[in-house]
């Protein structure tokens, strides 16, 4: 009986998992946070991915192609996230 290799097992499991998205987000000169739409934490250049529950809209883009609409919804209560319960944040988040 033929015993499917290690490297056979790994592409099989990867062709069955869903992509997980990476999200950076930040603020000019203040905090930073990491978190993945997948199951498990995500080590990425040194950063550590925490899950969330996060998805995002499909992105929209204006006639020279910049983006100019894309909505990203959470289903967590803590920062950043928790600064849009009440208000819009006076000051700019990036992702």
Request: hydrophobic share 35%; charged share 25%.
């Amino acid at each position: 009986m033929k015993e499917a290799s290690a490297d056979y097992i790994a592409k099989e499991e990867a062709s069955q998992r869903k992509p997980a998205e990476l999200y950076h987000i930040w603020r000019d000169g203040g905090e930073h946070w990491y978190y993945t739409s997948g199951d498990v934490s995500v080590t990425f250049d040194g950063d550590i991915y925490t899950p969330a529950t996060l998805s995002r809209s499909s992105t929209k883009c204006d006639t020279q192609l910049e983006v100019s609409t894309l909505q990203i919804k959470a289903s967590f209560v803590s920062n950043p996230v928790l600064e849009f319960i009440v208000i819009n944040p006076t000051e700019i988040l990036w992702i």
